[in-house]
Nanobody, 126 residues
């Protein structure tokens, strides 16, 4: 059974930093994509960042480029999203996704192999 467990988040002031962690276990492939989506109240879900656990290639949404880093040391280690210079518009529920490709972050529907975490709230105050 696949498990996707997020940690981190919480409340942070604008201009500060936050770190989200996502631990995936039981995914039915040796390498896969792990990353984050977010959804603010009344808005559509949007892709944030992702990493391919094989060659560590990454995806970043334009709104986090230059102020976010997604990383993973070893294939079974947690995936870490470090966001700096956070803004009030970063306030959202952040969800971790494990999937068989990076396509979901580029706008495709997640694959049948997808597995979502429960989500963690990030609130940025001005």
């Amino acid at each position: 059974r696949v498990q996707v467990v997020e940690s981190g988040g919480g409340s942070v002031q604008a201009g500060g930093s936050l770190k989200l962690s996502c631990q995936v276990s039981g995914f039915p492939a040796s390498i896969y994509a792990v990353g984050w989506f977010r959804q603010a109240p009344g808005k559509d879900r949007e892709a944030v960042a992702a990493i391919w656990t094989g060659d560590k290639s990454t995806f970043y949404a334009d709104f986090v480029k230059g102020r976010a880093t997604i990383s993973q040391e070893l294939t079974k280690d947690p995936v870490i999203l470090q966001m700096n210079m956070v803004k009030p518009e970063d306030t959202a529920m952040y969800y971790c996704l494990a999937d068989s490709t990076l396509s979901a972050w580029y706008g495709a529907n997640p694959s049948p192999m997808k597995s979502w975490g429960q989500g963690t709230q990030v609130t940025v105050s001005s």
